[in-house]
Every structure is written in structure tokens, then in C-alpha cells.
């Protein structure tokens, strides 16, 4: 490796670093945002109950949705960092559509229950839920502006080291909304609809 | 190593990942819509199954490796594992105990 090449791989590295610091600091603020749910999770003032307002299929195809989209989201970082442009753009494009159509989902959801009388407002546990849910489909926002992003990169430029490092970073981040969301399954929607 | 054969490996690891983590989705979802498990049984099958899964996300798709990943980015999750259980179980702790001297009022 040139002496150009170890610089910017060190600098590469070290914002991996910060930025995995970045994602560690979310974690903890969604574990927070766990456990004023569990606490919560009662407190329904007479209105709905979890066993009430989740539906089986919309959390299944959203759980299959965000899966999906991080194993594209990985093969669109291998393919970048190999400085393969066209397969990154099919890649990031289906990772856009799975994203998009997650959102699509979790916005009908939460206008749906607005529209039913159990928006945020109803109860502690709808506070507690929608402050949650929200703060992930959020994160799932600025994932997808982000891809937007990447793409507005790819399309200007040669695949370089600032594009790989940056995507090395998306991904990591879009890994950790993959993960949250595990969480979200399994602690919100499937205890509640479990009879 | 050629490029071909990082490029294999690299790939091959995303899809084992993936392999592993829908195995592991699928089993709560189908537990939830069979039921018929006891509350305790069916939360704790939950649990493990979403500890797993976290495992493998973080090894497969994070390329988390305790021999190849920085020694720094391993103390930083370990540190935040310790604070998460923490402030996790200390919240549904206190919580819990306020509510039950609070029984009945």
C-alpha cells in the first residue's frame, strides 16, 4: 500500500470507529425507550390493550421487508467496496424499494390507530408505543435519505475510498435498525398478539 | 487472497447470516400464531430467540469477530451491553417495586 492508500485507510477507520461509538449511544437510547415500554405496557387507561391493535401479517412483512433489505443493503456494500458500480445501484435501488415499503406499512399502522382513537394521545402505553415504534420507522427515514445520498454519489463520480468509507458507515447504521427492530418484534408485537 | 475468493466468502457470510436470522424469525412468528405454550415458555422462547439472532446479526452482517475487530470497538459494545442491562433492568426494577407498594391505591 502507498503512503496516500494508509492514510485515508487509517482515516476510514477511525470514523468507523466514531461512528460505531455514534451507534452504540443509539442503542442505549432505544433500550431506554424499551424499558419505558415495558413499564408502560399496562398503563392503558380503559382504552386498548396491546392484545388489541397489532396485526400478525403487517409485523410479519414488515419484519420480512427490513431482513431483506439487510442482506441487500449488505451486498450492495461488498459490491461497492469491489467498485462495481452497476450491481451497487441494483442493490441499493431494492434496498430503497424494501425500506420504502416498510415505512409505506408502518404509516398506514399508525394512521390507522390515530383514525381508531388509539393515537399517542390515548394512553400511557400508546405514548410509550408510538415513541418507540416512531423513533425506529425515523431511523429508517434517514436510512433511506441516506441511500438516496449514496446514489446521488455513485452517479456523480468513480467508486473511491470517501464513497466505500461512507458506505461502510450506512451500513453499519442500517445494520443497527435491523437489529432494533428484532426487538420491537419481539418485545411489542408478538407478546401482544400471543393469546 | 484473490478478489474472487474474498468476493465468494464475503458474500457467502451475508447469506449464512440471512439463512440464520430468517430460521430464527420464523420460529417466534410461527410459535406466536400455533400457541398453546405457557406464558412463561412462550416469552422466554422469545428471548433466546432474539438473543440469538442479535448474535448473528452482530457476527454476520457487523462482521463483529472477538480475534479481528478492533479491541477498542469490542470494549465500546461490551461497555454499552453492561449499560443496557443496567438501566434495563434497574428501571424495570424500581418500577416494578414502586407498583406493587402502590397495590390497591
Not at chain 1, 67 to 82: C, D, F, N, R, V
Not at chain 1, 139 to 153: D, E, F, Q, R
Not at chain 2, 66 to 71: D, E, G, Q, S, V
Request: charged fraction near 15%; include cysteine.
Amino acid at each position: 500500500m502507498s503512503e496516500v492508500d494508509t492514510k485515508a485507510h487509517d482515516e476510514a477507520e477511525e470514523k468507523a470507529y466514531g461512528f460505531w461509538l455514534f451507534l452504540m449511544s443509539d442503542a442505549i437510547l432505544f433500550s431506554l425507550l424499551f424499558a419505558t415500554y415495558a413499564i408502560m405496557v399496562t398503563a392503558t387507561d380503559n382504552g386498548p390493550a396491546r392484545t388489541e391493535i397489532f396485526g400478525y401479517w403487517r409485523t410479519s412483512a414488515n419484519t420480512a421487508l427490513l431482513l431483506s433489505s439487510s442482506l441487500t443493503m449488505g451486498l450492495a456494500s461488498i459490491a461497492i467496496s469491489e467498485a462495481r458500480k452497476s450491481a451497487a445501484f441494483q442493490w441499493i435501488f431494492v434496498t430503497m424499494i424494501l425500506a420504502l415499503a416498510f415505512l409505506v406499512l408502518e404509516i398506514q399502522e399508525f394512521a390507522g390507530l390515530v383514525a381508531q382513537g388509539a393515537g399517542p394521545d390515548r394512553s400511557g402505553f400508546l405514548s410509550a408505543y408510538f415513541t418507540l415504534v416512531g423513533t425506529h420507522g425515523a431511523h429508517v427515514t434517514v436510512g433511506l435519505i441516506w441511500m438516496a445520498v449514496l446514489c446521488l454519489h455513485l452517479a456523480m463520480a468513480p467508486i473511491g475510498p470517501a464513497v466505500q468509507s461512507a458506505t461502510e458507515r450506512l451500513t453499519m447504521f442500517w445494520h443497527l435498525v435491523g437489529i432494533v427492530w428484532i426487538g420491537i418484534y419481539s418485545m411489542v408485537y408478538l407478546p401482544g398478539l400471543y393469546q | 487472497m484473490s478478489d474472487v475468493k474474498r468476493h465468494k466468502r464475503e458474500v457467502r457470510n451475508y447469506l449464512v447470516g440471512f439463512g440464520l436470522a430468517a430460521l430464527l424469525t420464523i420460529i417466534p412468528f410461527a410459535i406466536t400464531a400455533a400457541g398453546g405454550l405457557s406464558r412463561t415458555l412462550f416469552d422466554l422462547e422469545i428471548l433466546l430467540a432474539a438473543v440469538v439472532q442479535v448474535l448473528v446479526h452482530l457476527r454476520y452482517f457487523l462482521h463483529i469477530d472477538l480475534r479481528h475487530t478492533p479491541r477498542e470497538n469490542l470494549l465500546a459494545l461490551g461497555f454499552t451491553g453492561v449499560l443496557m442491562v443496567l438501566m434495563i433492568g434497574g428501571t424495570l426494577w424500581i418500577m416494578g417495586n414502586l407498583a406493587a407498594r402502590m397495590m390497591g391505591t
